[in-house]
């Protein structure tokens, strides 16, 4: 009767109506995860005292492990995929993402732009001694 | 070495005699009637015996409908306190000449900080989101919210918050800010009594409850719709829902870290916003501000998704340009994001800065104007009816272009120079807020009003609340503009300026003529409910609708459908209609089923009551209380979790002798419309 019509809701499933995973499958996952994030952990606090690698590559290595860590944690905690049911997910992603780089980026150039229209500070001085 | 702590202070923290303004006639007696209307209230239904059906049926229901009708109630309330407010500003003002007036400058500054924060936080949040919490799941054909006893946290702790704000009348006092308590003036050196805690706490208590109530509604539009209803054929209320609680998701914690910071300041010592210490109050702004934009449009748009349904219905078409007004939305949502600076363009930033966040305001007024059109070709052609709701969109209309063109007015960044922080700029606010939120609560109110309680409102009060409080609007707002071109300030307790006073005085005639609207819209209500036999809506359809909340019976059943209806494509109901009117519907009675439903539950009132205790702790700092008061809170979270009955069943009998009557009427419905 709906046949087209009732796609969409295949696609969309409510909270607690998900496929169930055995309980096994998902502490595998959450291992799985829990052992990269702590290897990725483990390589940061390494890479930070090490006199091993050339040194002003360690802030670059610092940053890519923390993004690393970052999509771990999305991937396996958070469960961001890209099945069929995660597009509600995959886009409040991007739309959180969205409002904390205008958020904190705003904030930044803002702050920073501060004191444009005040008077330098040393003339400001030499006008009231 | 500082004194110990003697046991009153332990016991009582701040607290004494001394909070209670027993020098000040007008607070006490405003506080003294309201105390004793609650009184009479609260004995009249004990006396009556209706508490237990208080308490089954309102306190601790879980149904979206009711907690949406509760969250109405108390916005109303607030509209009345905030609106006194207003009263007292105006003839202040009006009075203040070369003279101190009536209002003293503590108690005037007091009476301006309450106005602002009880209008937004209290009676137009709560107004929005009661109409989405009401709506939003019965046009989306489902029969719930997506957590139902959050949705009654959420209601509770905003009552908490109101509650707070009302109880500073009495004890203690208010904030002296202004509603958004910038500092360094709302710092410990400046602000060394308890107005500023009362705010802060309150606004933090119902700022969980709003964020909470946005959690929800994003959850219900996204994840419980009823079969075939796509995205693109969603209601524009739904869809202004979506974008409304986004921002309130993505907004709101912006606010809550704010003035948690701010409350650091004040109780620990810390110094994010002081003077001294590499404090920087511009902070303040700046964050504030990144809460205060995004929170116009959380406001605002909910209001737009009520009149494009009001419109689209009055006219008897579908909505002109859906897919434009649906872009427009999510426009709106993205760009609100990126004008906050417009706010405090006179801080001190460069031109780079002023003049990209100037042309983003513009920017955003755009997509704003995509829907007034949309809604001007909804009504080109129609077959326009101008019932009151209609009124109230139609006077939307005309008094948000003028709004909006102040709006974009002040967003060029030399004009805000001139203007900033002028009753110029307090007039474009009122301007856009009394004209889009205020007038679209108003309409949403009258629209669906037969749909929560099954008769329709008296048309005649109801057209005569309209006139008068539109005229008023512009009888009160208009002179506040030509004050503000003359140089007057904003939050003036007395001025000097023989030029400003006979605008002042229009004002407070024009704020007597609003008041006439209120008392008319009271008379309205009045009126309707002694004739509510006559004014009964039977079928559920008394405004020939065409979006599903009208495919169900007046007041709905509390599953809302007895079957999930099959939407074909946009303005389902009207589809539907159509269909059977040309098909002559056979007479067979469906199949009907066991219908799960969540329990009640008290969790959201206990919930807040020990919120409520928490905040007045924190407020007066008496610590043990405080401690209390969470740990009360957190408890009963704790037993909520491990509840082990959340649903009841309907029994599928029950449902079909529900259905069936308002289905009677229904069929006869289609029926007479056939023959004519």
């Known amino acids: 009767m709906s046949d087209q019509t009732h796609m969409h809701v295949e696609h969309d499933i409510a909270p607690g109506d998900e496929e169930q995973h055995s309980v096994g499958e998902r502490i595998i996952g959450y291992v799985v995860g829990l052992g990269l994030a702590l290897l990725l952990t483990a390589t940061s606090f390494f890479i930070a005292g090490t006199d091993l690698v050339w040194q002003p590559s360690i802030p670059v290595a610092l940053i890519v492990l923390a993004i690393a860590q970052m999509g771990v944690h999305l991937v396996f905690f958070l469960h961001i995929t890209t099945g069929p049911d995660n597009t509600n997910n995959v886009l409040a992603l991007a739309f959180g993402l969205l409002v904390v780089f205008l958020v904190v980026g705003g904030t930044v150039w803002i702050m920073s732009h501060l004191n444009q229209n005040m008077p330098p500070m040393d003339q400001f001085i030499r006008m009231h001694s | ?676």
């Not at chain 2, 106005?115 to 936080?121: A, E, N, P, V």
């Not at chain 2, 419980?224 to 209601?235: I, V």
């Not at chain 2, 109801?462 to 009888?475: D, E, M, Q, V």
């Not at chain 2, 098909?583 to 539950?601: A, C, G, K, V």
Request: proline letters at 5%; a negative charge.
């Open chain 2, 1 to 676: 070495m500082p004194a110990a702590p003697t046991v009153e202070a332990m016991m009582l923290g701040k607290l004494d005699w001394s909070a209670i303004p027993f020098d000040q006639p007008i607070p006490l007696i405003a506080g003294g009637v309201v105390l004793a209307g609650i009184l009479a209230v609260l004995i009249w239904v004990v006396v009556k015996g209706h508490l237990p059906y208080l308490w089954h049926e309102w306190i601790t229901s879980v149904d979206h409908k009711r907690i949406g009708v509760m969250y109405i109630l108390l916005a109303s309330m607030m509209l009345l306190r905030g609106g006194s407010d207003a009263i007292m500003m105006r003839i202040q003002q009006a009075i203040a000449y070369q003279s101190q007036g009536y209002l003293p400058p503590e108690h005037y500054n007091q009476i301006f900080s309450a106005h602002g924060t009880i209008m937004i936080f209290f009676v137009a949040m709560p107004f929005v989101i009661g109409l989405m919490n009401l709506i939003v799941p019965l046009q989306l054909g489902v029969r719930d919210v997506a957590f139902p006893t959050l949705n009654s946290v959420g209601f509770w702790l905003t009552a908490t918050g109101a509650l707070l704000v009302n109880l500073s009348l009495v004890i203690g006092e208010f904030a002296r800010t202004g509603w958004l308590a910038f500092p360094p003036l709302s710092e410990l050196s400046y602000s060394p009594g308890v107005g500023v805690d009362y705010y802060a706490w309150s606004l933090q208590i119902s700022g969980v409850g709003t964020l909470v109530a946005g959690i929800n509604l994003v959850t219900t539009v996204l994840k419980l719709r009823t079969k075939g209803m796509n995205y693109l054929r969603m209601p524009m209320f739904c869809w202004t829902t979506l974008a409304s609680n986004l921002l309130i998701v993505a907004a709101f914690p912006i606010l809550t870290a704010t003035l948690a910071m701010l409350l650091l300041d004040r109780y620990l010592g810390f110094h994010f916003f002081t003077n001294e210490a590499g404090g920087n109050v511009m902070m303040f702004m700046n964050l504030i501000w990144a809460w205060g934009h995004p929170e116009v449009y959380i406001l605002v748009l909910p209001a737009f998704g009520i009149f494009s349904e009001v419109v689209s219905t009055f006219s008897g078409k579908a909505l002109f340009g859906y897919r434009s007004m649906v872009l427009a939305t999510m426009a709106i949502c993205v760009i609100s994001f990126m004008v906050w600076l417009h706010h405090f363009f006179t801080m001190g930033a460069g031109p780079d800065v002023n003049a990209i966040f100037g042309i983003a305001s513009m920017i955003i007024a755009v997509p704003t104007g995509v829907k007034i059109y949309n809604w001007l070709f909804t009504m080109y052609g129609g077959r326009i009816r101008f019932a009151t709701p209609m009124l109230w969109a139609v006077g939307f209309m005309v008094t948000f272009i003028i709004g909006g063109l102040t709006g974009v007015l002040v967003a060029v960044p030399p004009a805000d120079f001139m203007l900033h922080n002028s009753m110029f700029l307090v007039a474009h606010f009122h301007n856009v807020i009394i004209g889009g939120v205020l007038f679209g609560a108003f309409a949403g109110f009258e629209y669906w009003f037969p749909k929560a309680f099954g008769f329709r409102l008296d048309e005649r009060w109801g057209k005569l609340a309209f006139w008068f409080t539109f005229s008023g609007f512009y009888i009160t707002f208009v002179p506040l503009y030509v004050a503000g071109m003359l140089g007057m300030t904003r939050r003036m307790q007395h001025y000097d300026v023989a030029e400003w006073r006979p605008w002042m005085i229009v004002a407070a005639i024009g704020m007597a003529v609003l008041s006439i609207g209120v008392i008319c819209q009271i008379m309205q209500l009045v009126v309707s409910i002694r004739n509510r036999e006559a004014l009964r809506d039977r079928t559920g359809d008394p405004w020939d609708g065409r979006s599903l909340e009208w495919a169900t019976s007046s007041p709905p059943p509390v599953f809302n459908f007895a079957f999930h209806p099959d939407v074909r494509g946009e303005d389902a109901y009207w589809d539907m209609k159509i269909a059977a009117q040309q098909q002559s519907l056979e007479h067979e009675e469906p199949e009907y089923h066991d219908i799960e439903m969540p329990r009640n539950s008290p969790t959201g009132f206990v919930c807040a009551f020990f919120a409520t205790i928490m905040g007045f702790a924190l407020i007066w700092h008496i610590w043990w209380l405080v401690i209390l008061g969470s740990l009360g809170a957190f408890a009963t979270f704790v037993v909520f979790a491990w509840r082990d009955h959340d649903e009841y069943v309907i029994p599928a009998a029950e449902v079909a002798a529900i259905d069936r009557v308002n289905l009677e009427e229904r069929r006869n419905l289609v029926s007479m419309a056939g023959a004519i």
